[in-house]
C-alpha cells in the first residue's frame, strides 16, 4: 500500500475514532486530537488539570479503541523504581527471576507523577527516552507502541516534587484539561448517573498503529516550513540576538531544539489525521501551544505584570 493509500486510511480511522470515543468522552476533543498527535509522533504528554476531569477514563477508553494494552501507576511518595520498572525474585528452583512492573504496557498512565520523590519519576522518564529498562545488570525491551501520560494536579502543591524543566523537556506535549462547558457537565451527569454502557469497538490493530508512525515520519516537509518552526522555537530565547521582544522581556529560558522537533512532527502528525499530505504553517501553529507552554520560563516581571505563558505564546505566533 502507498503512502497516499496510508494517509487516506488514517484519516478514515481517525473519524471512526472520534465516533468511538464520544460515546464515552464529552466535550475535551481538543485534548483527545493531541493524545492522538503525540502516540503517532512517537512522543509523550503531561497533563495537567484539576481532580474529576476523567484523565484515567480518557486514557483507558483510548487504549481500548487503538486495542492498546493499559496500565496506571498512582505516584505516591513512597513509590520505589522497583514498583514500576519490575524486580527481580527467587521462584521455588531458587534461581532468581524477573517479574515485569507496569511500564511494560503500551498506554501508561502516570497519575500524579509530582507526588513522588525525583529518583522514582526518573526510573519512568528514562523509560520514555531510552524506551527500555535495566535491572540487575540485563537490559528489557518496552513493546511499541510505547506511550505516557503523565498528570499533575495544579492546585495541591503541598508534598509534591515538580518536575524540573530538564526532565519536562521530554514530554511532548503538556495538555490542559479545563472544566467542561455547562451544555457539556449536563451530557456528562446525565450518561454516568444512568445505568447507559457505552460498547466501544477497536478501530485499529496495534500492527497500523506502527506503520502510521512510521508513515508520518516519511511525510515530507517544505524547506520554509521547517524554517518557519526553528525560527518559532529561537524567537522564544531571551539570550539570543534573534529573540522575539517579548521573550526578552518577559522570559529566563527559552525552549530547546527539541521543541523545534517536535513541532515538525506534530504538525506533520496533524496534517496527516486531517488528510492533508503535507504541513503547512497553520499545522505547526495548531500544535505549537502544547509544545512550548512548558518549555519557556517567565521571569519576575512577567509575573508581576500578570502576564501568562499563553499570552506569550500567542505573540510568538503573530
Do not use: C
Not at 510505547?146 to 503541598?158: G, H
Amino acid at each position: 500500500m502507498g503512502d497516499k493509500e496510508l494517509v487516506d486510511r488514517l484519516k478514515r480511522a481517525h473519524e471512526d475514532f472520534f465516533n468511538e470515543i464520544r460515546k464515552v468522552i464529552i466535550g475535551q476533543d481538543e485534548v483527545v486530537k493531541q493524545v492522538l498527535i503525540s502516540i503517532f509522533s512517537r512522543g509523550h504528554g503531561l497533563l495537567v488539570g484539576v481532580p474529576g476531569l476523567a484523565k484515567t477514563l480518557l486514557v483507558n477508553t483510548i487504549a481500548k479503541i487503538l486495542g492498546l494494552e493499559y496500565k496506571r501507576i498512582q505516584f505516591t511518595p513512597d513509590l520505589m523504581p522497583s514498583d514500576i520498572i519490575g524486580t527481580e525474585i527467587l521462584d521455588k528452583n531458587r534461581d532468581f527471576k524477573f517479574v515485569k512492573g507496569p511500564v511494560f504496557a503500551n498506554m501508561i498512565l502516570a497519575d500524579e507523577i509530582n507526588r513522588t520523590p525525583p529518583k522514582t519519576q526518573s526510573a519512568l522518564l528514562e523509560a520514555m527516552q531510552e524506551k527500555y529498562v535495566t535491572a540487575a545488570g540485563i537490559r528489557y525491551q518496552l513493546e511499541d507502541p510505547f506511550f505516557v501520560l503523565a498528570t499533575q494536579n495544579p492546585i495541591e502543591q503541598e508534598g509534591t516534587y515538580p518536575l524540573p524543566e530538564a526532565q519536562l523537556d521530554r514530554f511532548m506535549f503538556n495538555f490542559l484539561l479545563d472544566y467542561p462547558d455547562p451544555e457539556d457537565e449536563i451530557a456528562i451527569v446525565k450518561d454516568t448517573t444512568s445505568d447507559h454502557e457505552a460498547v466501544l469497538k477497536q478501530v485499529v490493530s496495534r500492527e497500523e498503529i506502527l506503520s502510521y508512525q512510521d508513515l508520518i515520519r516519511r511525510v515530507p516537509v517544505n524547506h520554509q516550513i521547517l524554517a518557519w518552526a526553528v525560527n518559532l522555537a529561537v524567537k522564544t530565547r531571551p539570550q539570543t540576538p534573534k529573540a522575539h521582544p517579548a521573550a526578552k522581556k518577559y522570559l529566563i529560558w527559552g525552549a530547546g531544539p527539541r521543541a523545534s522537533q517536535y513541532l515538525v512532527i506534530g504538525a506533520k502528525a496533524h496534517a496527516i489525521l486531517n488528510g492533508k499530505y503535507s504541513p503547512d504553517i497553520e499545522d505547526i501553529k495548531a500544535v505549537a501551544p502544547a509544545i512550548l507552554r512548558h518549555r519557556i520560563i517567565k521571569n519576575y516581571k512577567a509575573e508581576a505584570e500578570g502576564i501568562s505563558v499563553e499570552d506569550l505564546i500567542h505573540e510568538f505566533l503573530v
